[in-house]
C-alpha cells in the first residue's frame, strides 16, 4: 500500500484526519477521511474511491464504532490516534470493492 498523502489537522472545533493510499499502480486511489468534533452527530468516517472524475462513497461508519471518539478537540492528537480505524475501515473497503 501506498500512501499518496497523509493530513491532520484542527479547525470548527474538530480533528480532521485524511490518508490517501493506491494499493498498486493499476488500482483506484482510496481516501479514509475521519473528522472527530465536538459532538458525536457532527463526527464520522468514511472511505471513498476515486473513479477517474470523482470520489465515490464505499464506506460511511459513525463515531461510536470508532477507537478515535475518545480524541477531543482541544486536546492534542496525532496520527496514531487514527490509526487503528483508518486500518479497520481501510479493510472493509478492501473487501467491499472486492466483491464487486
Known sequence: ???????????????????IVRKDVRSAPLKVDIRRNAY???????????????????????????????VRYTNDASVSDFECDFDR???EALEIIEEA
Open 1 to 19: 500500500m501506498k500512501t499518496i498523502s497523509e493530513r491532520l489537522y484542527n479547525r470548527d472545533q474538530s480533528w480532521y484526519f485524511e490518508r
Open 40 to 70: 458525536d452527530n457532527q463526527s464520522g468516517a468514511r472511505v471513498w474511491r476515486w473513479n477517474g472524475s470523482e470520489w465515490k462513497l464505499v464506506v460511511d461508519a459513525p463515531i461510536s464504532d470508532c477507537v478515535c471518539r475518545s
Open 89 to 91: 475501515l481501510l479493510n
